[in-house]
């Protein structure tokens, strides 16, 4: 049977990482500090795979095939983006139990998308290659994509009950896999519209604030109207973070770091959440 | 006629090589394989993304475009002609 042993939520903000690490200012550093918390976690963990939910960015789908919810169950690579230092070749998948989770889902109400062959954005690249290949005890990273940044969006209490259906697929797999879940999004942000680094700190911590509490139902409550108001365009993604707290139900967690710095687009949140009750 | 369409058109002009070469070249036989309205058309030829997401366009398909294709590729200029209109 497989495990999840823990689960993160942090940002993808790709202008974080056009700057080399080197010549980052302390505010990057201290960003960059959060990343490599994460990265340590999931080794202390012994994470085996870990599984990254994120968005598309109008890049990967286009108009003409939007899917709801995806998994990649074959060949990976990417990022698609280039960044300083960072490969874009073959991210090792985890198919046996990528395959395991499209099947038990569609045998259980959740008809997902499969990708055979996948280039991630940032979105999930940037965390498999920061946060997750790095821990030698990590062999493969699943890619999940939510639609969560273009129209139509998947609703957000099915974003939460997706997560559910990713836990139940692990538990009932016939592998001793030890799987960490991450919800990979920014918080406030206004992508491509005129407020464009914009934040809105207040919504970012409450949205922080019931990852760590484990209550989702304050983030279920909001209607996409409410969250476009309050959060951006970019604040859509809070269902990739949602999709993490189903798969961990009512567990609670720790904010690692919360960063708002007028040059990045998003506000940005990190935070771990518990296995444990 | 559609926004649909322009969404299509924008998509390919934002990640595909060989469709912003194309249009770089002759926007207007580019943007004839796409079945936009004359003004749709126009708004794309002219980078006018203001009017675009005035139309309800996706933002990530209308930054995407400007970065890729305008021949400033400012975010600064973007967002200013966005502001300008008052979005």
């Known amino acids: 049977m497989g495990t999840i042993v823990g689960g993160f939520v942090l940002p993808h903000e790709p202008g974080l990482f056009f700057t080399p690490r080197e010549a980052a200012k302390p505010e990057l550093l201290e960003v960059h500090g959060a990343y490599d918390k994460v990265r340590d976690r999931i080794g202390e963990l012994g994470a085996t795979t870990v599984i990254v939910v994120g968005a598309d960015h109008y890049v990967l789908f286009g108009p003409q095939c939007l899917p709801n919810f995806l998994i990649g169950v074959g060949d990976v690579t990417g990022p698609y983006e280039r960044f300083p230092g960072i490969g874009q070749d073959e991210i090792p998948n985890n198919r046996e139990l990528a395959r395991h989770i499209l099947d038990h889902g569609r045998a259980n109400g959740f008809d997902w998308a499969a990708a055979k062959s996948l280039r991630v954005d940032h979105s999930v690249g940037l965390p498999a290659r920061i946060c997750a290949l790095p821990n030698p005890s990590v062999t493969g990273v699943i890619p999940v994509y939510l639609a969560s940044g273009v129209e139509p969006l998947i609703p957000i209490r099915r974003a939460y009950e997706l997560g559910g259906a990713i836990r139940a697929a692990v538990e009932a797999s016939g592998t001793d896999e030890r799987v960490v879940v991450i919800g990979s999004g920014g918080i406030s942000h206004w992508v491509g519209m005129s407020r464009m680094g914009d934040h809105n700190e207040a919504f970012d911590r409450m949205v922080l604030d019931c990852v760590v509490r484990g209550d989702p139902a304050p983030l279920l409550a909001l209607s996409d109207t409410e969250i476009v108001h309050q959060a951006g365009n970019g604040g859509l993604e809070i269902r990739n973070l949602v999709c993490a707290m189903g798969a961990m139900p009512g567990r609670t967690g720790d904010l690692i770091a919360y960063h708002d710095q007028p040059d990045w687009v998003a506000g940005l949140g990190f935070a771990e959440i518990h296995a444990a009750a | ?87």
């Open chain 2, 1 to 87: 006629m559609s926004s649909e369409a322009v969404e299509v058109a924008l998509y390919d002009l934002g990640v595909k090589r060989e469709a912003r070469t194309g249009f770089a070249s002759d926007p207007d036989a580019f943007l004839a394989r796409y079945a936009l309205a004359p003004e749709e058309a126009a708004m794309i030829r002219e980078f006018d993304v203001a009017g675009l997401q005035a139309r309800n366009v996706s933002p990530l398909l209308t930054m995407g475009f400007w970065m890729m294709n305008h021949p400033g590729k400012s975010r600064t200029d973007y967002l200013d002609q966005l502001r300008a209109a008052g979005q």
